[in-house]
């Protein structure tokens, strides 16, 4: 595969790229897309939580079935567990959202009675608020520090660093015989250059 | 008649292991120079040509694209250069 | 055999451990003949285990029930063919599986070593001895195989029902190899840093081994998912379930390894990332193996109660500690030789992804950890499940689907071309009009919405490449565009083969949203006769039919199935129970298109009635349709490609 490490040491071509005005331009709406879709991240996020809100009833009470896990079964929700127990607590469900309990309120039931093992994820209070902040934390210095890396790296300029491999033949009349012979076998790869200037 | 099977094993395994302390194979070195070089010319003209193919499809600037061919043609020189020394 | 068998494995542990040792002497010394001496030892170890490994299915095969193992795994009606999955059915034995593949492996990545790589060589191979010889210490000491009872029953138990699945064939052997297959790339980065001068010699060797074992991870963990929604019978295929989390981890940091590496080879970048990379990856793999045996928290996978998962958890720390050590020690080597110009370059993005894949690991891994944490902290003991997981992870797979669209995209170094910013176009229009279409269609929640449009765009991104490329080529070549298609996918191997890839994930993306979010269930109790109606569906409850075989008893119903007014097709769904384990198997009856799949579920069979369950599942069908194209992208990525030339060239400069 080419290797574009090197072209900063070759200093033969007069710059074709498009000129500063031009890139600083592109970069500007570029980067403003980008911030606009960071700054919708926490909106996806809180939407796809949301997202799961049920329509019906029934399915308001399969998604709390699946929040619930069977007190007598490893690892089994209500919803997938087949044991009568299961089913009595489903059969609970169903009339707490008949009797207009919110779901909060549900899942409190079952914490108070079965303890907080029964639940399918940590509730969002107290102490673990931490399970669930942690990571979102995380999510956001990994996300801050990264910004800092790349920006740091690119406010420096890169260092000019002398050519490794030694061009010592470059000035040697053989090898500029040479270069001309391949550059005229080789021409084709010079047509089809677009222009860029702005 | 397992342990038949292991002893011969262990055998095998303790020749095999051991020969290499006594028995040092001649690197044969049998790469030919020229089919070396015919290689590195053929596999560069390959590079160029999806260099090419990149630049049209748009993954690259002019700028690169050119630095890049000139790269590839120092190359290609540096081998013609060779094989008239070899 | 047994005998025979537990000799043999003596054998390959001495051999291992000579070629641990010599294999450093060896290199300390600067003695070629040590060094040969350490490779021909270990290259002995794959034949001698596959010995060890052969006297096992030996016994299983002649009803050896003297030995623990086969009695606990095996009956005298065990269907032979299934004496393959008995070899892997229990603890003992899936180690000396992995034991024998890892040595397998690793007698190939020695002997394929490229040259680059060799000069690491011989430290490669004492980190991959030292791997072996843990697994074949501890079957010695405390998971033997070949361990016999004073006493031999007549007829062994039998194998664990849930095993006899199609699924089980596959499913264990290539999650166990994925696994302990991240040890071959972990132990060249080890060679590496020990050996290495400018941080790329490992670069042949790591890309290919990363791709391989990554494609046998994903295929291992897309076989366990369709293996859970045919026969767990609860109409998922993921349940963030404490094991299958133990396979996703190492998947995280492996899948963005092996993306990483392409920036070290083009541009001579993010060595320390790589390195770091796949010292996650090992670690988790590990980690894994610890949760299977003995981990403190109890699923549906794990190998019975154990009291070995201590011994992997020291294993594990070991091995990162020392990995920390060297890569301490040796991280001036991995300086980057170049640096990130821009934002909007693709080092950027690959950044971006590593960071992505990272954070994901680490919220599975904080969900798995939490329990603990909890009950050390609280003494509470909390569930940590799906609703956790699907919250936290969702949307950082979203952003990883966007990547995937939005990298490929973008150039080299830095985006300042208006040029290249001209690729951007079709794929944003594409999928804005995706996204109206998805509004005009009635969908209203805000996940599957940006995650079809997303997908869309990663589409018209990989087909715009491939079109433009086929027709230039078609019109430089004078070749017709399928031949110019072929030619170009061979041109590129690495690239085309990652599209490929990338467009699987656009399938099994569009498979997950359309099952997570449009699923529909419902629970029906029905007598003899009676109908249920649920979407487009009917189903009709005709008869029960009762099968007694030899070992088990299939209680099934007999259910006519009816869309949109017209027959379907007949379902048989039910269980079947093995009285000598005490289990019953769900068996669902599943009817699959394209568009959904309709899943149903029977039990609690009375007199005349049966409680039923309806799943109606959009879009699983592709989801299995992604796992060979993943396939397929790898063979493609990893197919000889052009001659490598470069190490001539510079020794044509130094003339």
Not at chain 3, 230 to 249: F, K, Q, R, S
Not at chain 3, 492 to 513: D, E
Not at chain 3, 559 to 588: C, E, H, Q
């Amino acid at each position: 595969m080419y290797d574009l490490c090197k072209e900063d040491n070759l200093q033969l071509f007069t710059s074709l790229d498009s000129n500063k005005d031009l890139q600083l331009l592109s970069e500007f709406w570029l980067k403003k897309t980008l911030f606009i879709f960071v700054c919708l991240m926490p909106v996806i996020y809180l939407a796809c939580s949301a997202s799961s809100i049920p329509e019906t009833s029934e399915q308001r009470a399969q998604s709390l079935d699946k929040s619930i896990i069977c007190p007598i079964c490893p690892g089994e929700t209500i919803d997938q567990s087949q044991v009568e127990l299961a089913k009595q607590m489903k059969n609970s469900v169903r009339d707490m959202i008949e009797k207009g309990k919110s779901d909060e309120e549900i899942l409190n039931y079952f914490s108070d009675r079965y303890g907080l093992g029964v639940l399918a994820a940590p509730p969002k209070k107290g102490f673990h608020l931490f399970a669930w902040w942690t990571p979102i934390a995380i999510i956001a210095i990994g996300i801050t520090l990264t910004i800092i890396a790349i920006r740091s790296k690119i406010v420096q300029p890169p260092k000019i660093k002398k050519i490794e491999t030694s061009y010592d033949f470059i000035s040697s009349l053989e090898f500029q015989q040479s270069l001309q012979s391949i550059e005229k076998d080789t021409q084709e790869f010079d047509n089809g250059i677009e222009e860029e200037k702005e | 008649m397992e342990y038949l099977i292991i002893g011969m094993l262990s055998i095998l395994s303790l020749l095999i292991t051991i020969r290499p302390l006594t028995h040092l194979p001649k690197e044969l070195d049998r790469t030919d120079p020229n089919k070396n070089l015919f290689n590195a010319r053929s596999a560069i003209y390959q590079e160029m040509e999806l260099l090419r193919l990149d630049y049209e499809l748009g993954l690259l600037e002019t700028g690169q694209y050119q630095k890049q061919i000139h790269q590839y043609r120092i190359q290609l020189a540096s081998i013609l250069i060779a094989e008239g020394n070899t | 055999m047994g005998n025979l068998g537990f000799m043999t494995l003596m054998l390959a542990g001495v051999l291992a451990f000579y070629g641990m040792i010599t294999s450093v002497i060896g290199a300390k010394i600067n003695s070629e003949g040590l060094t040969r001496s350490a490779t021909n030892a270990s290259y002995l170890t794959s034949f001698i285990l596959s010995i060890s490994t052969l006297c096992l299915i030996y016994a299983f095969t002649t009803h050896d029930f003297s030995l623990n193992y086969v009695a606990s795994h095996s009956s005298l009606n065990l269907d032979p063919k299934l004496t393959w999955v008995a070899l892997y059915a229990g603890n003992e034995g899936s180690l000396l599986f992995i034991a024998w593949i890892f040595s397998v492996l690793a007698t190939i990545a020695i002997w394929k070593c490229p040259i680059l790589a060799k000069p690491g060589l011989p430290y490669t191979t004492a980190t991959l001895m030292f791997i072996l010889l843990f697994y074949i210490v501890v079957m010695s000491t405390m998971a033997n195989p070949f361990e016999k009872l004073d006493i031999p029953p007549i007829d062994g138990r039998g194998m664990n029902p849930l095993l006899t699945h199609p699924g089980m064939f596959l499913h264990p052997p290539m999650l166990m190899t994925g696994l302990i297959g991240v040890g071959i790339p972990f132990s060249f980065g080890i060679g590496q840093l020990i050996s290495g001068e400018q941080g790329n010699e490992w670069l042949i060797a790591a890309r290919y081994w990363g791709l391989i074992i990554w494609c046998i991870l994903t295929i291992g963990l897309m076989l366990g998912s369709w293996w859970a929604y045919t026969i767990l019978g609860w109409g998922g295929y993921w349940g963030w379930d404490p094991v299958e989390n133990a396979g996703l981890l190492p998947w995280l940091p492996l899948t963005a390894f092996v993306h990483s590496i392409i920036v070290q080879q083009r541009r001579n970048m993010f060595k320390s990332w790589n390195i770091a990379l796949i010292i996650f990856a090992w670690g988790f793999a590990m980690y894994g193996m610890f949760m299977n045996r003995g981990g403190p928290v109890p699923s549906v996978h794990s190998f019975g109660q154990s009291t070995m998962g201590w011994i992997f958890l020291l294993f594990l720390g070991f091995n990162l500690i020392v990995a920390l050590i060297l890569f301490y020690i040796n991280h001036k080597k991995l300086k980057d030789n170049s640096q990130i110009d821009s934002f909007l370059s693709r080092e950027a993005s690959f950044l971006v992804n590593n960071l992505l894949f990272l954070l994901i690991a680490f919220v599975t891994l904080w969900g798995v950890l939490y329990p603990l944490i909890s009950d050390i902290f609280k003494g509470v003991v909390v569930t940590v499940g799906q609703p956790y997981y699907n919250t936290l992870t969702g949307p950082i797979f979203l952003c990883l689907v966007v990547l995937m669209g939005i990298g490929p995209l973008m150039p080299w170094r830095s985006l300042n071309n208006k040029r290249i910013m001209k690729r951007f176009i079709t794929p944003i229009i594409i999928s804005t009009v995706t996204l109206i279409i998805c509004i005009i269609l009635g969908i209203n929640k805000i996940a599957p919405l940006i995650s079809f449009s997303t997908c869309t765009f990663v589409l018209t991104g990989i087909l715009r490449e491939w079109i433009t490329g086929t027709r230039l080529r078609s019109k430089r070549n004078n070749e017709i565009l399928p031949i110019a298609f072929i030619k170009l996918l061979l041109s590129n191997k690495p690239r085309y083969g990652g599209y490929i890839a990338h467009f699987g994930v656009v399938i099994l993306a569009f498979s997950v949203t359309g099952s997570s979010f449009f699923s529909l269930q419902q629970d029906f109790s029905l007598s003899l006769g009676q109908e249920a109606e649920l979407g487009n569906y009917k189903i009709q409850y005709i008869a029960i039919e009762n099968i007694t075989n030899a070992d088990n008893v299939e209680t099934k119903a007999i259910v006519n199935l009816y869309k949109n007014g017209s027959f379907l097709g007949i379902l048989k769904p039910g269980y079947v129970f093995y009285p000598s384990f005490n289990m019953a198997s769900v068996r669902a009856g599943i009817i699959s298109s394209p568009v959904e799949d309709f899943y149903l579920i029977a039990s609690e069979f009375r007199e005349n009635q049966a409680m039923f369950r309806i799943h109606i599942n959009p879009l699983v069908f592709w989801m299995w349709i992604s796992g060979p194209i993943f396939i397929l992208g790898t063979v493609l990525a990893l197919l000889p490609g052009k001659p490598k030339y470069s190490i001539e060239i510079e020794q044509l400069e130094k003339r």
